[in-house]
């Protein structure tokens, strides 16, 4: 796995045309409504980086931070919604994922505003990309398309 997000993150300082993630066909899980949404969540963490690369303000960081971390919470919810109508047999545990990483957001979201330290927000959102994404999420879509 990790080769393969080497290819679309940029680690090394060196970002092209502005993004920080970019999309790769292999993030599609197959289902449509959960891949809008998961390319949706990497343009709010692009346009946050594209903010802190052109030194916007306070406040334009403030409204990108805050729009990743609602955006973040309508997906879940969406997903959450779902992967209950489809029965998923791991349901609560997933929930729980989604229950610590909210937490965890708004907690490093104030935090990096409160330390002027976005950077800090973008590198914990570039983990929990992966994670989330790579990881986490391919479990309920191996369950559900192995129903199909
Ligand atoms: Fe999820
Ligand atoms: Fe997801």
Redesign the pocket.
């Known amino acids: 796995m990790g080769e393969y997000m080497e290819k679309s993150i940029a680690n090394d300082g060196s970002y092209e045309h502005n993004v920080f993630i970019r999309w790769q066909p292999e993030y599609n899980l197959g289902i449509p409504i959960?891949d809008e949404?998961?390319r949706g969540i990497v343009t709010t963490i692009n346009s946050l980086f594209y903010a802190m690369q052109n030194k916007h303000g306070e406040n334009v960081l403030k409204s990108v931070i805050n729009m990743v971390t609602e955006y973040t919470h309508i997906?879940?919810d969406v997903?959450e919604s779902f992967l209950h109508k489809c029965g998923f047999t791991d349901f609560k545990k997933h929930q729980g994922w989604h229950n610590e990483l909210k937490h965890t957001l708004s907690n490093i979201g104030s935090k990096s505003l409160w330390d002027h330290n976005p950077q800090e927000f973008l590198e914990f959102l570039k983990n929990w990309w992966i994670d989330?994404?790579c990881e986490?999420?391919k479990i309920f879509r191996d369950y559900i398309l192995g129903r199909m």
């Open positions: 959960i949404q998961h997906h879940f997903e989330h994404i986490k999420d």
